[in-house]
């Protein structure tokens, strides 16, 4: 009897804890990156980020309108490539996800952006710096990193004020980025007085840069720029350095401006005359950048690259939009994404109308000793 008891008590106590759980509201976060190709170094330490901030959502015991909730995230691989970026997008809205953290690259991003706003599901990216993401002023993208015309103008300002450099020649990927970044730094190049004497396109799929650094050599710059991603750019430096460029100034936006162009460009000498510019404060700086960092490399050694702190933070934007609404539906909380207040580990995070980051940040780097440091 006593047996029987104990069992009817237990089974009791099973029903309940399963009635709980069946309670419990299932949200899905999707987020898009290259997770294969040259660039899924960057891909996979965003997606590090979302899912760093998911596991830390689902300890909080998060509830939105009074119910759990339980976040899990529904990943797509773009491999950089702008038609699987709009394919993923519509296999994001098909699955009916509540939110997306991504792209990373502007090629992808900008027409992605067009899918989500017609499913009516934001996105928040924390890597796609091309100032057009942000034109049409659809109330479903967001950005919260400092875009081109912040990269390109700081580094330009920087050749001319502090290096007083007279020279350049750039160099663009053909992307929207690195294409859209190259076209800043050489509009404020010259009206800093600068001369550009020398322009040369590749493409982000190169590794052979020969016949145009030599073209540009015969030009004599002072320095490089080259918009695009640290693939091409670390056998870029190794080229230069073969070819005797080992003076050359060679500047770059957020794309080069990695842990892995160290490795990329092979221990050449021409890594120290690199400066690079990333929207945001250095991690040291950041609010809650230290600890956040120590906390990513115990769980992912070595993967650390630029974005992962604002996927991370871009996770939590939504998130945090949906609690003040009490609600997952995006019809009813993308008015509060749009108000949001969010102190997070990269900034107090806030929107301009079009979806831009409020008082965003710049930081230029260069390398010392083959280590990524803040000017």
Known sequence: MQFKLKLTAAMAIAAVCGLSAAQDMVVKIGHVAPLSGPQAHYGKDNENGVRMAIEDLNAQGVTIGGKKAKFEIEAEDDAADPKQGTAAAQKLCDAKVAGVVGHLNSGTTIPASKVYHDCGIPHVTGAATNPALTKPAYDTTYRIIANDNALGSALALYAADQLHLKKVAIIDDRTAYGQGVAEVF?????????????????????????????????????????????????????????????????????????????????????????????????????????????????????????????????????????????????????????????????????FEPNGELKNAATTLYHYVDGKKTPL
């Open 186 to 350: 050489a509009k404020t190049a010259k009206s800093k007085g600068m001369q550009v004497v020398d322009e040369q396109f590749t493409n982000d799929k190169a590794t052979d840069f020969m016949a145009i650094l030599t073209a540009i050599k015969a030009k004599n710059p002072d320095a490089i720029f080259y918009g695009g991603m640290d693939p091409q750019a670390g056998p870029m430096l190794r080229q230069m350095e073969q070819l005797g460029m080992d003076k050359v100034k060679y500047f770059g936006g957020d794309g080069i401006c990695t842990a892995e162009i160290a490795k990329l460009s092979a221990g050449a000498k021409t890594l120290s005359n690199v400066i690079c510019a990333e929207g945001g404060a250095a991690i040291a700086k950041m609010p809650g950048g230290t600890a956040w960092k120590a906390k990513y490399d115990a769980k992912y050694p070595g993967q650390f690259q630029v974005y992962s702190p604002y996927t991370y933070d871009a996770t939590f934007v939504l998130v945090d939009a949906m609690k003040r609404a009490g609600s997952t539906d995006p019809k009813k909380y993308i008015p509060f994404l749009k108000k949001t207040n969010y102190k997070g580990v990269t900034s107090v995070i806030q």
